[in-house]
């Protein structure tokens, strides 16, 4: 037998008053009864939005008619992917083709560390991650890559909304562009990575485990994501 693999776990918490995206429904955990001595049932409910925290987006989330999270194959949930280090490109700044050129042929997928998970209690959390661009888009399809996982809210640039006090950074047309090329190709996207920063100098690539939720007919959902080095 080989070595044992050590497992890191790259899901966030999910608690009242995490960040969400601005617009979403905030999470809420409420207790329905509480047990106060062995024997006695303790019930909780939980209320949220499909991208809440970490998740995965299904290619019905932005692609109409196609497939959703319960119809994702199982084994496009495992693969092998690269750890990319991002952190030095400043917030708000776009990841390019160039960036990740040295990563495409390395495997199955790519695990983004941009740096803004560290700043998940900031207001910056919400609205400056570093973002793939168009070009970054079509450089990750055509390699035949399999995953793309980002620590940031969202794999594509902030693009405004409504009421948010920040100004966009990318236009809807760029947000919409990115994600139906990754998801048009077949590339399992997650998106609210927690704790890519153990990895970083230490593992270049990981086994990747993607756990969503299988709930039916659902763009998205909130996923357990661990890693084996």
Known sequence: MGDAKQVYDLSCDLYEGMPVYFGDEPFRLSFLSVGHAPGEVTLSKVEAGSHSGTHIDAPLHFIPGAASVDQIDPSRLVSRATIVDMSHKPLGHPITASDLKQYLDKSEGLLIYTGISRLRKRDEYLHLWPYLDRSAADAIA???????????????????????????????????????????????????????????????????????????GAEAAMARVLALC
């Open 142 to 216: 055509e390699a035949g890559v399999r995953l793309v996982g980002v620590d940031a809210m969202s794999v594509s640039g902030w693009p405004g909304a409504p009421g948010a006090p920040w100004p966009p950074l990318v236009s809807a047309e760029d947000v919409a562009y990115v994600h139906e090329r990754l998801l048009g190709a077949g590339i399992l996207v997650v998106e609210g990575l927690c704790g890519l920063e153990q990895l970083i100098g230490h593992c270049d690539e990981v086994e990747a485990i993607v756990a969503p939720i299988k709930v039916r």
